[in-house]
């Protein structure tokens, strides 16, 4: 089955560092990517990561592990305009559509 | 041109309706891929094409929606008889299959159905 597993909501505070999770079990994998989606809006593409290791874009960057089936999305000097959903979501490999499975999205809310 | 439109961007109907969706991709963006969002949720997939081929469409796809995309560019979605499970917000993505920006897909601004 398809799974993908990251918290509901979270909560931090301007100018701080917050760290987004996200766990998964697909059938397959092509790579896992990050959107950052403001309310009534289209999803907007962060990060893309295929190998191992930690993807540095400015003030976002998103770790991802194959063999635990774990990412993350690290988000550094948080900004009111941050407050949004972040979309954890994997590139299904089963078939060649390219098609993207994705998590329920964590809300983030950032205070002052 | 500079993204994905989607035409309407609302839209209310009544229960049993039809209604239609339309996506017009980046150009020259041969992937193009629909999307059914509800509140809280994550975008689930409904359906892809590529150029003018439908290759793939979810089971959540029910025999009472049908896209097309005709001549390989713009594409639509329709729903029969609606219902108000429909009720969501329908998005639409393009990708190349090539270059630098073949691993991401754009997304439209989504067409918000509510079905009374």
């Known amino acids: 089955g398809q799974n993908i597993d990251q918290p509901t909501e979270m909560t931090a505070t301007e100018g701080a560092i917050v760290q987004i999770n996200c766990t998964y079990q697909t059938s397959g994998f092509n790579g896992l990517f990050w959107y950052q989606q403001h309310a009534g809006e289209a999803p907007t593409f962060l990060s893309y990561?295929?190998?191992?290791g930690l993807e540095e874009k400015g003030r976002f960057s998103s770790f991802l592990s194959r063999s635990k089936g774990y990412s993350y999305l690290l988000l550094k000097e948080l900004q009111m305009k941050d407050s949004a959903s972040y979309l954890c979501?994997?590139?299904?490999?089963?078939?060649?559509?390219?098609?993207?499975?994705f998590g329920q999205g964590t809300t983030l809310q950032v205070k002052p | 041109d500079t993204g994905v439109s989607q035409n309407p961007r609302h839209k209310i109907t009544k229960r049993g309706q039809n209604v239609t969706f339309r996506c017009d991709p980046i150009?020259?963006?041969?992937?193009l891929y629909w999307y059914r969002q509800t509140l809280g949720q994550g975008p689930e997939f409904l359906t892809y094409?590529?150029?003018?081929?439908?290759?793939?469409k979810s089971r959540l796809l029910s025999d009472r929606f049908s896209a097309e995309r005709p001549k390989g560019s713009f594409s639509t979605l329709e729903i029969q008889r609606t219902e108000q499970g429909d009720s969501a917000m329908y998005l639409c993505?393009?990708?190349?299959?090539?270059?630098?920006?073949?691993?991401?897909?754009?997304f439209g601004p989504g067409t918000r159905l509510t079905v009374l």
């Open positions: 094409f590529q150029n003018e081929a439908q290759l793939e």
């Open positions: 979501a994997v590139r299904d490999s089963s078939s060649n559509t390219g098609k993207l499975i």
């Open positions: 150009s020259e963006h041969n992937r």
């Open positions: 993505a393009s990708s190349p299959t090539s270059g630098m920006w073949m691993n991401e897909q754009f």
């Open positions: 990561n295929v190998l191992d």
